[in-house]
């Protein structure tokens, strides 16, 4: 799915609007079964990236532009990460560093972003390749007490 605009009035803002308005694009990916959302915003837009980081987007370093992707609804589609869903809300148990800043880390000329959930002592973190976008399911397997290391992407369940 791709955002093209959104925008809340400014005499309704912290009222929560733009919270709800992408939460709500988030759900409708899913539910249409789409991999990702997508939106470009404006550099100088520094106040709306912390609401979008922890609603699941990264923001893609590009010299162009300001790109966002949310691979959220590729989690939550994948069958091996359902039951940690079951008990881990992926909004309120994110446990992600937000830095109003491009994400991601390079390895190999490859730019990964990662989500972070902690919960009761558990924690679930999976691992996209920018370029990749997606996640490769494990041969063995998933609740293991070594974490999977596998490329392009990382599932890690402890």
Known sequence: MY???LNVRPDYHGRKIGKMLVLQAVQKTIELG?????LFTWPGNVKAVPLYKKCGFFWAKRED???L??????VLQTEVLQDYFKDIDWYEDSARTIEVKPDGRKENN???FEYLWEKAGRQLRVEFEQTGRGIPIPLRPFMTARPLALRPCTICGI
């Open 3 to 5: 955002v093209e605009l």
């Open 34 to 38: 789409w991999p990702r959302i997508d």
């Open 65 to 67: 532009s300001t790109h």
């Open 69 to 74: 992707l949310n691979f959220i609804p590729t």
């Open 110 to 112: 490859f730019n990964y």
